[in-house]
């Protein structure tokens, strides 16, 4: 079975930046595309951005392109999101998610079958 475990979140002044992590355990992500998500207070999870297995394919929301930047390393089963310019707007929950083998892109969360436990990000004003 797949874990996966987000850190890097916290309390951050608006045009400030974090870099979140997600680190898989249980077996290797390397063939799976993967893909982080946010939710706000009182807000549906949205989708923030996706990579394929390679990590050469990447696809983000419009509201963080330009911001935010996903990476991943498969020799460490890792994924990151690099935050810019964060505004408060980006206050939310972080998610991490994985699809199945073989994967593509994707940007419904119901694509995703493993899902990690959430990351605060807040960002003051």
């Known amino acids: 079975q797949v874990q996966l475990v987000e850190s890097g979140g916290g309390l951050v002044q608006a045009g400030g930046s974090l870099s979140l992590s997600c680190a898989a355990s249980g077996r290797s992500l390397r063939n799976t595309a993967m893909g982080w998500f946010r939710q706000a207070p009182g807000r549906e999870r949205e989708f923030v951005a996706a990579?394929?297995?390679?990590?050469?394919?990447?696809y983000y929301t419009d509201s963080v392109k330009g911001r935010f930047s996903i990476s991943r390393d498969n020799a460490k089963n890792t994924m990151s999101l690099q935050m810019n310019s964060l505004r408060p707007e980006d206050t939310a929950v972080y998610y991490c998610a994985a699809r199945g083998l073989l994967s593509n892109l994707a940007r419904s969360e119901t694509e995703y079958t493993h899902w990690g436990q959430g990351t605060q990000v807040t960002v003051s004003t």
């Open positions: 990579i394929n297995w390679s990590g050469g394919i990447t």
